[in-house]
């Protein structure tokens, strides 16, 4: 009896989670971030992140995700090691050039399933002026209710930019060609 009531909820969750449409949720840039380390002189790791500059929409639709869209920005000046000086070089012309590329952009090209927790997403990178097709793998962390009765939604992907391809070569090899990135956003239903 217990098993059957339980499968029943299960169906009816699920039927009703499928008949849902697209959800359209605002990237919340005081709860998103981008996290990244890079490999020095092959003996240590430099570690930062872009916090408070990560913006964007995406777009859900869990019945069909083939018809879904993710667009996030990262505004590169909001860069943070810890460090004012090596936060100053990186923003430099050597490396991310803030002042002539000021932002970073993904823009979806598809979205696919691979279980209910996890999307594969092919997308457009722009980094440094060059725009790359770039595929990961999204993890949806959960959902849950804000302190107004929001609707939050929060997911993370991991993936490796090798910078030169990039045409950022400053450095090279001492400091390492492949960036690390987890890039972690917290959305708001709209």
Do not use: W
Not at 86 to 107: E, H
């Amino acid at each position: 009896m217990k098993k059957s009531i339980f499968s029943a909820f299960l169906l009816a969750c699920t039927v009703t989670h499928s008949a849902v449409a697209a959800e359209t949720y605002e990237i919340d840039p005081v709860h998103s971030f981008v996290l990244f380390k890079v490999i020095r002189l092959g003996a240590e790791y430099v570690y930062g992140r872009f916090t408070g500059g990560v913006s964007g929409m995406v777009s859900f639709d869990s019945a069909a995700p083939d018809k879904s869209a993710v667009a996030v920005e990262v505004k590169t000046d909001t860069l943070d090691t810890g460090f004012a000086q090596r936060d100053k070089d990186i923003k430099g012309q050597d490396f991310l050039n803030v002042k002539q590329f000021p932002v970073v952009t993904f823009k979806s090209k598809s979205v696919q399933k691979v279980t209910d927790q996890q999307y594969t997403v092919t997308d457009d990178l722009t980094f440094h002026g060059i725009t790359k097709p770039l595929t990961v793998q999204a993890n949806i962390i959960g959902q849950g209710k804000g302190l107004k009765g929001e609707l939050l939604t929060g997911a993370e992907v991991h993936f490796i930019l090798k910078r030169s391809e990039y045409g950022v070569n400053y450095g090279l090899p001492g400091i390492g060609d492949d960036v690390e990135l987890t890039v972690a956003v917290g959305g708001v239903r709209k």
